[in-house]
C-alpha cells in the first residue's frame, strides 16, 4: 500500500509563502484528513504531491518517489488505496481464491473493470 511522504515542503510566489517547510508521514492503511482556512497551502500541496506544481524547496514521495516519477501514477501511487477501500469484498474473495488455488489466481480477475 502506498505510503505518502513530504519533507520540508515549501512553496513561494515571489514575496508570498503559500506553503512553509512542511513535513509529515502517512503510512499506509491510515484515514488522513488535511484541513485548514483558506489560503493555508492545502491546494498548494496537493499540486506539489502530483507533480502539477514545483516546490520551492523540500519534497513529496510516494512510496519513495515523485509521484510523477511513477511509470503509471494512478494505478501504483494511488491505485492501491483506492481499490483497497472501494472493494473490500472483492479483495477478500481475492485472498480466499488465493488460498484455495495459490498458483491459478491472479488479482485482476477479482477487481471490477471500467
Do not use: C
Amino acid at each position: 500500500m502506498a505510503q505518502l511522504e513530504l519533507r520540508d515542503l515549501t512553496k513561494r510566489y515571489g514575496d508570498h509563502t503559500a506553503v512553509d517547510d512542511l513535513s509529515f508521514v502517512v503510512q499506509p492503511g491510515v484515514v488522513t484528513g488535511f484541513l485548514g482556512p483558506n489560503g493555508a497551502g492545502k491546494s498548494t500541496t496537493m499540486r506539489m504531491i502530483l507533480g502539477l506544481d514545483r516546490p520551492t524547496a523540500g519534497r513529496a514521495t510516494i512510496n519513495g518517489k515523485p509521484f510523477p516519477d511513477h511509470r503509471a501514477p494512478l494505478h501504483e501511487a494511488l491505485g492501491q488505496v483506492i481499490g483497497k477501500v472501494a472493494q473490500p469484498r472483492q479483495a477478500q474473495l481475492f485472498k480466499r481464491a488465493q488460498q484455495l488455488w495459490p498458483d491459478a489466481v491472479e488479482r485482476r480477475d477479482f477487481l471490477e473493470q471500467d
